[in-house]
């Protein structure tokens, strides 16, 4: 590119230092860039290469997406009739025939899967027992597939930072290698604006890789009918955008910056592939890993041995029988026989708040653990752009670890729903001459359909995630406001 012609027929009638010269020089380098681009084979080579992974990408997960939704809307029915038309039977009886309940997924998880293939989508809800997660669809995949999944969030998050590395990295070290600075130096263009220009270029071709995944959301938020489990998806949708957006100028910024500093292409090049490796693939594995030093899980052995231990152990006897004799004076009988109520019901009702209490010790613990990992991979964020934007985009995509803590604990409530709803119609029935009560359609209809919605997104979450970008962004642009000041009183050399 000309550096002394760039800009200087735009510039050279108006006032130093005055915003409508910085904006004729924005607008003039951002032309003569665009024009660079568009003649130059290699930007359309990384363009359509680019195109077709992110194309590939969103097809596949939004029709993954689709087709998953769809056979768990089925199973949901298919359960919900088969709870409905189990017959007559005794409730208890039917609390133990069970029903499963399934999670819900969004049209931003097509976008970002997040731990969605790493985690059970299904649970039976039964008396007596919280039951664990079934059906992980990793399991159902070969290794390379858990390893490497293409996704839109792994084209924007991986693949358009190298894309605008490659496209951006000689910005301005190619200017001190040609030998043109000199003449960038003359030209009475603010640098600043020719920063602005070519980093808006690079954005612009950057962002021309997400218009794939826009199409994919559309596609599928038109097949789900409006049945998004989310109360705020407008807003979680342009927390989504922001968070990207954020995270694609501030490797706009980066690059500038590095190429202003670096002396050579090659050195340019090399240190920002080195960034975008460390940022991009080191950072957020090492947040893992000390995420999980930080807050060790048990195995799944030991914590099913201390809950059965645990569950095995008698509620109090003592209260048992205290309540049942104040039962008995309350109405008036001697023997349970005679009262106008079961105590069954209410017996099995004590054992289920028993568990209750025993499962919300226990799991509140692993929960509680789970969060603190999420909290200090989260930390990393601080240091790697990419750490901050997948936890930003999964928490809004509704992928991450707190919604999947949700979607437990929603399917715990409906499970102890079920059995309030069943031990309290025994309560109301007691035996008559050793008669037990059956129930039928219209008492298992009592129970409604699971129906799980999240809440809106937390502002913790756009602290913990949104922060972090900016601050990561501000730092970018001091780095490249320090860069372009070295290279306008530096050496040339």
């Not at 004729?24 to 290469?49: K, M, P, S, Y």
């Not at 071709?205 to 995944?213: D, G, V």
């Not at 893992?288 to 930080?294: D, H």
């Amino acid at each position: 590119m000309n550096a002394t012609t760039l800009t200087s027929s735009l510039v050279a009638s108006e006032p130093a230092g005055g915003a409508r010269r910085w904006l004729r020089a924005f607008a003039g380098a951002w032309q003569a860039d665009w024009r660079e681009r568009r003649r130059d084979w290699r930007t359309w080579l990384v363009i359509v290469a680019g195109l077709l992974l992110a194309a590939c990408a969103a097809l596949l997960s939004s029709l993954q997406l689709q087709a998953t939704q769809a056979a768990r809307d089925e199973a949901q029915a298919a359960e919900q009739r088969r709870w409905t038309q189990q017959g007559s039977k005794n409730p208890h009886s039917a609390a133990h025939y069970g029903v499963y309940v399934f999670k819900p997924l969004s049209a931003l998880a097509a976008l970002d899967p997040g731990i969605e293939h790493y985690v059970g989508a299904s649970v039976w809800l039964e008396a007596h027992k919280q039951n664990d997660l079934v059906y992980r669809p990793a399991n159902d995949e070969p290794g390379a597939s858990r390893q490497f999944r293409l996704s839109p969030a792994l084209v924007m998050q991986v693949l358009a930072p190298v894309a605008m590395i490659f496209l951006g990295f000689g910005m301005f070290s190619g200017e001190r290698e040609r030998g043109t600075l000199a003449a960038l130096r003359i030209n009475a263009a603010p640098l600043s604006a020719l920063a602005a220009a070519r980093g808006a270029v690079l954005l612009c071709l950057a962002l021309a890789l997400a218009a794939p995944a826009c199409a994919a959301v559309g596609m599928v938020e038109w097949t789900l009918d409006n049945r998004s489990p989310f109360s705020d998806a407008a807003a979680r949708t342009a927390v989504f955008a922001l968070g990207y957006l954020l995270y694609l100028c501030t490797w706009a910024a980066l690059i500038a910056a590095v190429s202003a500093w670096s002396r050579t292409l090659r050195g340019a090049l090399a240190l920002l592939i080195g960034m975008w490796a460390m940022t991009g693939l080191v950072a957020p594995r090492s947040a893992a890993e000390l995420a999980q030093l930080a807050a060790p899980l048990p195995s799944m052995q030991a914590f099913r041995a201390a809950l059965d231990q645990e569950l095995g152990m008698p509620d109090d006897p003592d209260q048992a029988r205290r309540d049942k004799e104040e039962l008995l004076r309350q109405y008036g009988v001697k023997d349970e026989k005679d009262l106008p109520i079961n105590w069954s019901g209410i017996s099995l009702q004590r054992g289920e708040e028993h568990g209750d209490r025993v499962f919300d010790a226990h799991y509140g613990r692993v929960f509680d653990a789970m969060r603190r990992q999420s909290e200090t991979a989260a930390l990393a964020g601080w240091l790697s752009p990419s750490v901050a934007v997948a936890g930003l985009s999964s928490a809004a995509a509704g992928s991450d670890t707190a919604h999947h803590i949700q979607f437990i604990n929603s399917a715990e409530q409906q499970r102890r729903l079920i059995q309030q709803v069943l031990n309290k119609a025994i309560t109301e029935h007691p035996e008559r001459n050793g008669v037990r009560y059956e129930g039928d359609h219209t008492l298992w209809e009592r129970v409604p359909p699971f129906r799980l919605v999240y809440p809106p997104l937390d502002a913790s979450v756009l602290l913990r995630h949104l922060l972090p970008l900016l601050a990561l962004f501000a730092a970018s642009l001091l780095l490249c406001g320090a860069g372009l000041r070295q290279l306008r009183n530096g050496n040339l050399r």
